[in-house]
């Protein structure tokens, strides 16, 4: 049964918020080599509001912590969550610090390349997370990302298990040493790139993937959900259940948020209680609809689109 008094899902992350500077461009730039761009605009993007965007649009009660700067794109970034109905009193308004940012290239076949600046995400601390204590007490489910110190991360975890609240950790952007303490939680959902990283052997198919993610379960998680792109997505867990899920077939425009789009909606259908199988089809079908819009948070779909895929699935 859900936390909250709407009856909603509720969902509380803590995240990054960055402002995305996106840049269109026939083929992404080799070291040294410069191209012709093909378009620019700007967006709101980091991965905890993207998720947070998403689990909101797919009907969850959805509270933000994190830290913008006091400058204008920590005042858009701001007013962009609201609108989209999540919830930003743990959201932390920095003085005198610039707002994290994301400069996003992407070619003309929706691949992305991406470089972040921390900024006020990197002033995000511990104690900014226990202040936000009773938000964390009072969800579903913690959704976490590795944009913020790890100590920052650490202590939303420990605050998590305390109030046994099921906990989801995307660990983006990967390292080869994770403390595993970030890893001792209900599921982790990194993508192919990133499970390769943090176990030192590169996913070239479902095969590997599964390979890979059997490994990651003996870091400490319940389960491991590995996206592999268009393939879908591969679970392992601790009960030794081992299986693909194929995603669903559609045209790709941009990827830059599609696996914010799955995180978050895994999220949302573990708040709401339902199997985990269910909720990674769930998340498939969000995946693959947030890449055939540009940009990050405005690619997010609805649970009406959501739902109108896997019915289309069947």
Do not use: W
């Amino acid at each position: 049964m859900s936390k909250s008094k709407s009856g909603k899902p509720m969902v509380a992350i803590v995240g990054s918020i960055n402002m995305d500077l996106v840049v269109k461009t026939a083929v992404l730039p080799g070291p040294g080599q410069t191209v012709r761009g093909r378009g620019f605009s700007s967006m709101p993007g980091g991965k905890g509001a993207n998720q947070a965007v998403a689990a909101a649009r797919l009907g969850a009660e959805v509270q933000m912590i994190g830290k913008v700067g006091s400058d204008d794109f920590g005042e858009h970034l701001l007013m962009c969550l609201n609108k989209n109905q999540v919830d930003t009193a743990g959201v932390v308004v920095a003085e005198g610090v610039s707002s994290g940012l994301a400069i996003v290239m992407v070619d003309g076949r929706g691949e992305n390349s991406i470089c972040i600046v921390a900024g006020a995400n990197g002033q995000m601390h511990a104690d900014d997370v226990l202040a936000q204590e009773e938000i964390i007490a009072g969800a579903d489910v913690l959704l976490l990302q590795l944009e913020l110190p790890v100590p920052t991360v650490l202590s939303a975890i420990r605050l998590a298990r305390k109030h046994a609240v099921k906990t989801i950790v995307d660990p983006a952007p990967a390292a080869a040493d994770t403390p595993p303490e970030l890893l001792n939680v209900d599921i982790i959902t990194p993508n192919h790139i990133e499970a390769g990283i943090m176990v030192g052997e590169p996913i070239k198919d479902v095969r590997s993937a599964k390979t890979v993610a059997s490994a990651l379960v003996a870091y400490g998680p319940e389960a491991v959900v590995v996206t592999i792109g268009e393939k879908g997505a591969v679970l392992v867990d601790k009960s030794d259940r081992i299986r693909h899920f194929p995603a669903p077939k559609i045209r790709i425009v941009d990827t830059t948020a599609a696996g914010d789009a799955f995180t978050g909606a895994l999220a949302v259908a573990i708040a709401r209680d339902e199997k985990l199988s269910d909720a990674i089809r769930y998340a498939n079908a969000a995946g693959a609809l947030a890449c055939v819009k540009f940009g990050a948070q405005p690619a997010m779909p609805t649970r009406q689109e959501v739902e109108e895929l896997l019915g289309r699935q069947e």
